[in-house]
Each structure stands twice: as structure tokens, then as C-alpha cells.
């Protein structure tokens, strides 16, 4: 049971178990308002002030919070990574192709350097 005030935890798990394509505008604006007062009333309450079982639905919603946050930031950094690595690619594919038109023009050698890593063919 949650405290006076606060968002119920029924609420909570009924909301994160809608997928937001099934929410009309309303529901999605409601929940993210109760969400914001409800992060700043845990955040504003002193653990002495609240209930055990507000305290233990704090901690988790905090955890679930940091855990998301660390997600979303591996999922950006490694975004990246990919994408570098498939502009790599997409360089190289584009060197062989400038050298397939050369040669098929007859205006190719045959020492080219391609790709990003400079080999010598």
C-alpha cells in the first residue's frame, strides 16, 4: 500500500504493463504528471516519514530508474560504435566502387589505395 499522496503501486504496474500505442493522449499525459510528482515526493520525503512499504517501493523504482538510465547510456555508446564501424564499411564500398568505374572506363591502375585503413592493392 502506498502512502497518502502517492502514486499507487496497482498504478504503477498497470501503466508500465499498457503499451503506450494502446494509451490515448490523456492516459500518456496523466501518467508522465503523476510520475514527476510522484519521483519528487519520493525524493522530498525523508525515509523516516515513510511507511515500510513506501520505503521498499522507492528503493525499487530508484533501482529501476538507475538500471534504465545505465541501459539507455550502453545502448547510446555501443549506437555509436556501430554506427563508425558501418561508415568504415560503407567508405571502403564506396573506394571499390569509384575503382570498378575507373577500370571499367579503362582509366584504372593497378595500385589504388582503398578503404580507411590505406591498403595498397
Known amino acids: 500500500m502506498s502512502d497518502a499522496g502517492r502514486k499507487n503501486f ?3 504496474v498497470s501503466e508500465s504493463l ?14 508522465t504528471a503523476t510520475d514527476a510528482y510522484d519521483k519528487a515526493a519520493a ?25 534504465s538510465s545505465a541501459t539507455s547510456k550502453q545502448s547510446s555508446e555501443t549506437s555509436s560504435s556501430a554506427s563508425e564501424g558501418l561508415k568504415g564499411i560503407v567508405d571502403t564500398a564506396a573506394d571499390y566502387a569509384h575503382q570498378a568505374a575507373d577500370y571499367i572506363r579503362g582509366t584504372g591502375d593497378s595500385t589504388t589505395t582503398t578503404g580507411s585503413t590505406g591498403t595498397t592493392k
Open 18 to 31: 499498457t503499451p503506450d500505442s494502446q494509451k490515448t493522449t490523456y492516459d500518456s499525459v496523466k501518467e
Open 43 to 67: 525524493n522530498l520525503t525523508p525515509d523516516s516519514q515513510k511507511s515500510v512499504s513506501q520505503k521498499a517501493g522507492d528503493e525499487f523504482t530508484g533501482a529501476k530508474n538507475d538500471l
Open 10 to 12: 496497482g498504478d504503477k
